[in-house]
């Protein structure tokens, strides 16, 4: 059974910084690739940042140069810093992967940045 569980959410004001981890278990964690979404009340889920197992990364328009996301594979964990935080950038956040030919999602964590 593949699980993921999120943390890190939380109230930041505008400009601040949080970090989000994701812990993966029940799967291969290394051969896989791990992307954070983000859904903010109202709007569709949205891709955020992706990366592979081998470290490659792509981020949202909307994020780079703010967001990093990051692994350890050793430790089974995904990450993302989120520096610079906007109104704009509270959501729901889920970390996501497509191991076994399926979609697998936390039940994510929300981030406030109040306008």
């Known amino acids: 059974q593949v699980r993921l569980v999120e943390s890190g959410g939380g109230f930041m004001q505008t400009g601040g910084s949080l970090k989000l981890s994701c812990s993966a278990s029940g799967i291969n964690f290394k051969l896989y690739d791990m992307g954070w979404y983000r859904q903010a009340p109202g709007k569709e889920r949205e891709l955020v940042a992706k990366?592979?197992?081998?470290?490659?990364?792509t981020y949202t328009d909307s994020v780079k140069g703010r967001f990093t996301i990051s692994r350890n594979n050793v430790r089974n964990m995904v990450y993302l810093q989120m520096n610079d935080l906007k109104p704009e950038d509270t959501a729901v956040y889920y970390c996501n992967t497509g191991a076994y030919g399926s979609d697998w999602w936390g039940k994510g964590t929300l981030v406030t940045v109040p306008s």
């Open positions: 990366i592979t197992g081998g470290g490659t990364t």
